[in-house]
C-alpha cells in the first residue's frame, strides 16, 4: 500500500552576498521545513541546495548543519553525487558516519561516461558505506538518461533502493512502477506532480515545496481521497505560482519570498543571479498574490 506520500522539500542553501555558505540562513530554512511546511523530509545538497557549486568541505558542512538542525524531525537524504568519484565516496562516508541512512547521487555527468561506467560509479560509491541509494535521475540537467532496462541493472545493487525521479518521461515512471513495486519513486517535477499521483509515485521531492509544501500536501490528499477535481484545482494554482517563480529567475526568487516571510535565506551563489531591482518587485508580487 501506497498510503503515505512522502513530501520532501529539496533544501536551498543560503549565501552571504560574498557567496560564502551563510549557516543561519540555512538553518532558518530547515526550521520553515520543519515547523511551517510540516515536509516529512529534506532533499539534502541536490540541485536547489546549489550543490554542484559548493566545495566538497562546504557540502559536508550542510550535511552537517542538516543533520543537527533536524535533530530526527524529518527525513533526511543526502545527495552525494560528483563528477569526482573520490569525491562522491568521500561525502557519502562523511553523510553515512554522521548518521544519515540514505543517500543519493547524480550520474556522473559532463562526460559521456558509458552505462557501465556508470554503474560501476554507484557501486563504488556504496562500497564502503551502509546506507540506502535513491539514484538522482534528472536528465535535462545531467544529461544522463536511464532506460528501464539500465535501471534493472543499476539495481542489481541491493542498496539502491529508489529513484528521485526528475523526468517527464511518464511512459517510463509507469514502466518503473509496474516492474518494481517495491522501490521508492519520488517524483521531481513540482508542476507536473498532478500526472505523477495516478502512477503510484511514494511521494515527491522538490525545490518549491520550500514555499508550496501546505498546498501541495492537500493535492495529495485530495488525490488520495478519490478527489481529482480539486488535486487539479490545487494544482492549477501551485502552477500559476510556479511558473511566475521560474519567470522570475527560480532559486533566487524562492529565497527573496523566504526573506518576505522573515526567513534569512540569503542569496544565490555566483554564477547565480544576485536580485536586481525588478527581480526583488517581482518576488514581492509573488509574496502578496500568495501570501496575503
Ligand atoms: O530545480 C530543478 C531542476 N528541479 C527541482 C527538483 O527536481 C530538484 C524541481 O523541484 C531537486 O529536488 C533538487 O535536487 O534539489 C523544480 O525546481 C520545480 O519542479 C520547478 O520547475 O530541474
Keep these: 500500500a501506497r498510503l503515505m506520500k512522502k513530501l520532501y522539500a529539496a533544501l536551498m542553501t543560503a549565501f552571504n552576498d560574498d557567496d ?44 552537517k548543519i542538516a543533520f543537527e538542525e533536524t535533530a530526527g524531525a524529518v527525513d533526511l537524504i543526502a545527495q552525494v553525487g560528483s563528477v569526482n568519484l573520490i569525491e562522491a565516496k568521500t561525502l557519502a562516508k562523511y553523510a553515512v558516519d554522521l548518521g544519515y541512512k540514505t ?59 529508489g529513484v528521485k525521479y526528475t523526468n517527464n518521461d511518464f511512459l517510463l515512471l509507469q514502466r518503473l512502477r509496474a516492474a518494481y513495486p517495491e522501490k521508492k519513486l519520488y517524483f521531481g517535477t513540482d508542476e507536473m506532480l498532478i500526472s505523477a499521483l495516478p502512477l503510484g509515485i511514494d511521494g515527491a521531492i522538490g525545490s518549491t515545496f520550500n514555499l508550496n509544501a501546505k498546498r501541495a500536501r492537500a493535492e495529495i490528499t485530495a488525490f488520495e481521497s478519490g478527489d481529482i477535481k480539486k488535486a487539479f484545482e490545487i494544482q492549477n494554482v501551485s502552477n500559476d505560482f510556479i511558473l ?25 551563489k555566483a554564477p547565480m543571479s544576485k536580485p536586481t531591482p525588478e527581480m526583488r518587485e517581482g518576488a514581492k508580487r509573488i509574496y502578496n498574490k500568495y501570501f496575503k
Design 20 to 63: 560564502t555558505l551563510n549557516e543561519q540562513g540555512t538553518r532558518e530554512m530547515i526550521r520553515y521545513n520543519i515547523d511551517h511546511n510540516r515536509v516529512d523530509g529534506l532533499y539534502i545538497g541536490g540541485s536547489t541546495g546549489e550543490s554542484f557549486m559548493l566545495s566538497t568541505e562546504e557540502r559536508e558542512r550542510v550535511y
Design 103 to 161: 543517500i543519493s547521487a547524480v550520474p556522473p555527468f559532463y562526460y559521456k561516461f558509458s552505462f557501465d561506467q556508470i554503474k560501476d560509479y554507484y557501486d563504488q560509491i556504496l562500497e564502503d558505506v551502509d546506507a540506502e541509494m535513491i539514484i538522482y535521475s534528472i536528465p535535462a540537467l545531467s544529461g544522463v538518461s536511464l532506460s528501464l532496462d539500465q535501471f534493472t541493472k543499476l539495481f542489481e545493487n541491493k542498496k539502491i533502493v
Design 244 to 268: 511566475d517563480l521560474i519567470d522570475n529567475d527560480l532559486y533566487p526568487t524562492i529565497k527573496l519570498v523566504f526573506e518576505e516571510l522573515g526567513v534569512h535565506a540569503g542569496y544565490s
